[in-house]
């Protein structure tokens, strides 16, 4: 079993830059695939990034994020980050962690190939 809680979030002007951590628990986090999604108000939750691979060397990211959004992970510390740089009106929505075992090339991108979620957090990026 995996907990998983999110922080960071807040509002920010466009341009500007937030950082997003994931703090887990369980004494396995390191054998887990980490992805990020969003959800903005009526729209489906999306893939954002993951940091995957059984040396956590695997990086993907959705191509609207992709030059902005930089994922990282502190196995010592069980935390996963987002680093959003260059924030746009578009990136509000509300971000969540999570967990997944068995996260590959082919699935990484799909909500439910993970095991465990976060509760979310609210970024609004104003314009």
């Known amino acids: 079993q995996v907990q998983l809680v999110e922080s960071g979030g807040g509002f920010v002007q466009a341009g500007g830059s937030l950082r997003l951590s994931c703090a887990a628990s369980?004494?396995?986090?390191?054998?887990?695939?980490m992805g990020w999604f969003r959800q903005a108000p009526g729209k489906e939750r999306e893939f954002v990034g993951v940091?995957?691979?059984?040396?956590?060397?695997?990086?993907n990211y959705a191509d609207s994020v992709k030059g902005r959004f930089i994922i990282s992970r502190d196995n010592a510390k069980n935390t996963v980050y987002l680093q959003m740089n260059s924030l746009k009106p578009e990136d509000t929505a509300i971000y969540y962690c999570?967990?997944?075992?068995?996260?590959?090339?082919?699935?990484?991108?799909?909500?439910?190939?993970?095991?465990?979620w976060g509760q979310g957090t609210q970024d609004t990026v104003s314009s």
């Open positions: 940091i995957r691979g059984s040396g956590g060397n695997l990086y």
């Open positions: 369980g004494r396995t986090f390191g054998s887990y695939a």
């Open positions: 999570a967990a997944g075992s068995g996260i590959d090339y082919f699935n990484f991108h799909i909500p439910r190939s993970y095991n465990y």
